[in-house]
């Protein structure tokens, strides 16, 4: 981030007609989008752009999910249909969404599949979720993601996850990435019940040991609890930090990226955002680690980026406040009395 | 509410595209709004109107504000000439303001001062804010506005304020009708010092005092201890409910408002949500016994509308997830397994 342009916003933000502060949190925003953009007033955000990284998890054959795998694949053709939630907040709320299909157990359109890895991550369990040069190989198409997104004009980016049983590699992540035991980091999901949850959990657990094990390497940490999207999103929150591109974080499954992506580039976090905080518990913790602060709380636990655009309008507000409102000077209002 | 149209929003929500509350809190607005419109799913909001009652107060000139007065007239001016943190907000967000001067103490353009009631109202530490009959005047002001914006066709509303020390008088309303004490209730306002602040706790203790002994009677209260914007604004809200019109509160002075309103009509506030929490201590405890839950916290303490209009975009989210969602059934989307 500029350090001038964040100067020049905190000047600004100073002067313009309002107590001092009464902005609250919008004008810490303010400064932050003006240091991603190098440029004081921001510019309007124009093209918001959510990534949907969509993928199945062996691990939901072990029966940690409510809901059936080829829930996937079915959600992957709500989206491009436009009737999933993502879309419909895409659309209320001033985004376009793209879904990058790393690993969906299904036939998906050639536009989607194109970085696809392959059908289905390993059971993280008992087995990695990808070899090695499949999770480099995820990595590096997230990375390209982004790199397509940004060369395309892109101004914010939104990472997405779309798949049945991806919230537990999540918790599998941020449990080693925040050094958290298994009952920590283990939420509900999409609703389980308690003999699910029993499931789950001794799942999490015996893929934490795994993945424990390769804790210094972060490719191997997603080759071995992880999976392909997870990856792939990974590579993309750091190609948009190395793009000078903002992001706003989504829940629990973007937090477990976001965890490995700051291993392998500790200052992307300066690009990135907190959109939202989920009601998955991995979630807070990962969002400590990564010292982020969430900017709405709804209770949201659905995934898709959904959480992450709820937040894109106060993103606009603060921009918009800090490049249209007058200061004090320019429309002839008294400052505050002497003291 | 139409108890039909909820039911009708709730079982809509259980058959969407994605797990059974996973959108939180946007699944209740939904439901609240089908309620206020009567109608499941709920229309969009397609005209969403600001009204910012101003107003200046005798109390400023005892020294309970960072500001000079004259600011007020200032920022009238300000937020007609579309540059006024509420005007830039409403632009970005969707909606529209209007200023509706109820005792700025200077003229102001004719199609602003129609309602007005005087210039100032009185010092509340030591005489009344209005003579009983102005009170009135401005209450049922409040309520023709309400009228004409509803005529108007104005699907939600939010009531806004401007006016130099006007926390001061909302301070003394939410601690009279709250029962909590002035140092419970008084905040720092626009951003007072500690002299400024003592200045201030003794008028709201003396106006508190004062306002105390015709706690009985809602329209006395407004006369002792409130103010001509703040008696409009509460007459405002208790008519936008009769109209069946939901409405967005703002921050501490929209708070006290609404607690007069309470008191006026028990079941107005089953067509109000809180946008947002103000900094101001006084507007919990106002949020409190209105039995409200904030939609929004983000440190702001400004007023004008502007914390429940950065709550609009969840409303409207909430809208347009149950409106345009696809069904399980619709989208051939497998339910949960069978428990």
Not at 80 to 87: I, T
Not at 319 to 328: C, D, G, I, P
């Amino acid at each position: 981030p500029d350090e001038g342009a964040r100067t020049a916003a905190r000047e600004r933000q100073g002067a313009l007609i309002k107590p001092a502060g009464a902005l609250g949190r919008l004008e810490e925003l303010s400064v932050w989008l003006a240091g991603a953009q190098g440029a004081s007033p921001p510019r309007p955000l124009e093209r918001v752009r959510v990534v949907v990284f969509a993928g199945d998890h062996g691990i939901a054959r072990a029966g940690v999910s409510a809901y059936p795998p080829e829930v996937t694949a079915q959600m992957v053709a709500g989206i491009l249909a436009g009737s999933a939630a993502v879309s419909v907040l895409a659309r209320t709320l001033g985004a376009s969404v793209r879904v990058v299909d790393m690993a969906v157990d299904a036939d998906t359109p050639p536009e989607v599949s194109a970085h696809k890895v392959r059908r289905g991550s390993g059971r993280i369990d008992v087995e990695d979720a990808l070899t090695r040069g499949e999770a480099e190989a995820a990595f590096r198409a997230g990375m390209q993601v982004a790199d397509e997104e940004v060369d395309a004009g892109a101004d914010l980016l939104v990472p997405g996850d779309m798949g049945i049983g991806n919230t537990t590699p999540a918790a599998v992540l941020t449990g080693v990435l925040t050094a958290n035991d298994a009952a920590t980091v283990m939420g509900r999901g999409t609703g389980i019940d308690d003999r699910t949850w029993m499931v789950k959990c001794a799942a999490v657990r015996d893929a934490m040991r795994r993945t424990r094990a390769v804790l210094g390497d972060p490719v191997q940490v997603l080759a071995t609890g992880g999976g392909a999207d997870i990856a792939a999103m990974a590579g993309f929150l750091v190609q948009a930090a190395a793009r000078r591109t903002p992001v706003l974080l989504d829940g629990v499954v973007s937090g477990a990226a976001a965890l490995v992506g700051q291993r392998v580039s500790y200052r992307a976090v300066d690009w990135w955002q907190a959109g939202h905080l989920s009601t998955e518990p991995a979630h807070r913790k990962a969002l400590d680690r990564l010292s982020l602060v969430p900017l709405v709380d709804q209770g949201l636990r659905l995934g898709e980026g959904t959480g992450a655009l709820l937040a894109l309008p106060l993103l606009r507000a603060a921009q918009a406040t800090l490049a249209e409102m007058a200061t004090f000077e320019e429309a002839g209002v008294s400052g505050p009395a002497a003291g």
